[in-house]
């Protein structure tokens, strides 16, 4: 029974010794089967890997590029803010300067229609002025006309009694002096030729051209920051017939006497009120008055003068209110003419 045993065991021992050894044997190729599939897997998850890596750059990249898109869009929408904020702000001042323009263009109307008024007034004078010349030449010729009558008359007369004698009695002798009426007749001639060209001087003076004056100046630069009783210098000559208007000193002085018509118009920046008057050598001769109300609207005001002006008198328009401005651009005008020369001033009646 043991040897049986024994044989069992012998039979079973190399079968046991060959399991084990298969078994060893399938383990460890299992193993090494697992490895290399382990080593598979694992080169094919570093692929994948790296594969994910370059994904992940290139998003990287895109995400990068569209950031920059982003802030570039951005500084675009901020500059387009910018210039609409800017063109805004030029709409604005377009605005407002399109208001001015219509404030300024309404007060050129204004400012015309006065003007066209003065300039109605300047014919009117100077019509009548043109018929006072119109007259006078007329008296003239009357005159020279009568005269040469009467000379021709007198000449014949005196040749007439050529040989007859005449008594002249003169104040500074004693006594009377005997002439001939030759001599007589050229003492008598003399005298009135002298009394003729005399007449001639007085009523053709006004023809000689020394008695013809007239001025007109404007404004051409804003006058600001004036002083009280300071000139106003109208630093623009137009017109200055007779050399009476000094431009330096802001004043005209009459380079005749007679009578003088002046005019002026002043305009006040907006949101002044100004105060201003006619001197007549530093005296007072009226006020004017110019009121630029709100923002953006002038003012203008104008006047007509009639003086009697003495050779050497001087008008001018001053101000009177300290700090206050004119406006300028030829807005602000001062003329004046001579209407008649006469030494004296006429009487006031009434």
């Known amino acids: 029974m043991l040897k049986r045993t024994l044989t069992m065991i012998s039979l079973l021992v190399p079968f046991l010794m060959s399991t084990l050894f298969l078994n060893k044997v399938l383990s460890v190729e299992f193993k090494m089967k697992e490895n290399n599939l382990s080593s598979k897997l694992l080169t094919e998850m570093q692929g994948r890997l790296d594969e994910y890596d370059a994904v992940v750059k290139e998003l990287r990249l895109a995400l990068q590029h569209q950031e920059s898109k982003f802030n570039t869009m951005i500084n675009v929408m901020n500059e387009m803010q910018h210039i609409q904020t800017q063109k805004d702000e030029t709409i604005s001042k377009i605005q407002l300067d399109l208001d001015d323009m219509r404030s300024e263009n309404k007060q050129l109307t204004n400012s015309y229609s006065i003007c ?18 119109t007259n006078e030449e007329h008296v003239t010729s009357t005159i020279n006309t009568k005269e040469n009558e009467k000379n021709k008359k007198e000449e014949a007369d005196g040749f007439a009694g050529l040989n007859t004698s005449v ?20 003492i008598e001639i003399g005298l009135k030729r002298a009394g003729k ?46 050399n009476g208007y000094n ?39 009226c006020n004017m008055y110019v009121g630029g109300t709100g923002s953006g609207n002038h003012e203008s005001s104008g006047g007509s ?14 101000n009177m209110d300290s700090g206050e ?24 009646v009434g």
């Open 197 to 242: 060209e005399s007449v001639k001087r007085t009523v053709l003076g006004r023809h000689s051209g020394t008695d013809l004056v007239a001025f007109f100046v404007t404004l051409n630069q804003t006058a600001d920051h004036l002083g009280v009783r300071q000139n106003v210098l109208f630093d623009n000559m137009v017109t200055n017939v007779g």
């Open 305 to 318: 003068y009639i003086l009697h002006l003495n050779k050497g008198d001087v008008v001018a328009i001053q």
């Open 247 to 285: 431009q330096h000193l802001g004043g005209f002085s009459a380079p005749v006497s007679g009578m003088y018509v002046l005019m002026s118009t002043l305009m006040s920046m907006y949101g002044h009120n100004d105060h201003f008057r006619l001197v007549r050598n530093g005296n007072t001769v």
């Open 325 to 348: 401005i004119l406006f300028g651009f030829h807005y602000s005008y001062f003329s004046g003419f001579l209407l008649k020369a006469m030494e004296e001033d006429p009487p006031i």
């Open 167 to 186: 008594s002249m009695s003169l104040p500074e002798a004693s006594g009377t002096i005997a002439l001939s009426s030759t001599e007589y007749q050229r």
């Open 116 to 133: 066209e008024q003065q300039i109605q007034s300047m014919m009117i004078a100077f019509n009548k002025l043109e018929k006072t010349n």
